[in-house]
Every structure is written in C-alpha cells, then in structure tokens.
C-alpha cells in the first residue's frame, strides 16, 4: 500500500488575528531563548506559517520586537490608565499610590517579558515609557489645575517622577519585596507632588 506524503494543512485566518498569533508565537520564544536568540525561521515554525507568509506581516525580527513592545505598552496603559483618571473628587496621591502598587504588581507579573522586550532597545524612547509620560503629564498637570500638586513645572516633574519610579521600581522588584518597594516608590512619589 503507497502511503500519500502528508502535507500541512493551513488555516486561514483573518489577517489581524494572523498577525496576533505571529505575536504570541514570538512572545513564546522570547520567553523561551531571549529576544538575542531569535530566528525568523523559529518565529514561522512556532506560528504555524511559512516563512514567506511571516515577511508578508514583519520585515524583521527589529519589526517583529517593535510591534512586541507596542502590543505590551498599549496592554499595559490601557490597565492601568483608568488609575490616573484627570478631574473629579478624591485625593489623586491616593489615586497615584494605587496606580503604582498596580504597576508594580505588573512589572512583577509579566518580568521575564519586560526585560527581554525593553532591555537595550536601542530606541530613543520605547513606546511604554513615551506612554506612561504622557499619562504621568496628564495627571500632574490636573493635579496642578485643581491645587493639590504645587510642582513649578509639570513636563520636569514628570520627567523626574517617571525616572525616579522607573529606578525603585527596577531595582526593587530584584532585591526586595513587591510591598517594600511599592511603599519606597509611594512614598517618593508623595514627596514630589505634594508641599
């Protein structure tokens, strides 16, 4: 009895949703061998695509880690945006201690990740801390608006905020507690915005 070779079948699927299972099939790998280790090939073979199919989506593994970074910034402002909502009543400290806790157990959650996506990216600015500049901006200058932040300047406050939060909470996640290292990054974040 001849025995017909097997050949793959191929789904088809929407190009969006191609495009996120690409997505996910290097989020895999990256967690697997590190953005350094990286091959289209692998990227094709762990999609389910041929190689040509995955040039018809990314150029480059470079465009392949960029469209990473934006689909984890985009994930992770839209968590936690709605913490810094401008205007209304309430103490927004309270607001910024809660978005920071929620960052932190983000940034712990998902460290593999982070680190292999935005460790020496090259890029002027990556897209998740252009992101949280601009939502940090937003949420001083409200806070300025309404009196409770008597910064003199905003687009400094933000710049120093952003790079003090980003120094606790890199070195604190690794060396200690998740709780030990959201109240230090509260705490300097209180003493920027507030008298």
Known sequence: MN???RTRTRTRLAP???RASILDAA??????VGAAGLTMDDIATEAGVARGTLYLYFDSIAGITAALR???AQALTSELEPLLATGGSGSRLRRL??????L??????HQELHHALFTHTGAAEDPLTAAFRALLRRFIQDGRDAGEFPVPDPDLTTAFLL??????????LHKTSTE??????QKLARRTLSR
């Open 163 to 172: 790079a003090g939060l980003h120094a606790v909470l890199t070195e604190g």
């Open 3 to 5: 025995e017909q070779p």
């Open 97 to 102: 201690d809660t978005f920071i806790a929620a």
């Open 180 to 185: 030990t290292t959201v109240t230090a990054a």
């Open 70 to 72: 934006d689909r984890y």
């Open 104 to 109: 932190a157990d983000a940034l712990h959650d």
């Open 16 to 18: 969006g949703i191609r």
């Open 27 to 32: 989020t895999r790998l990256i967690l697997q």
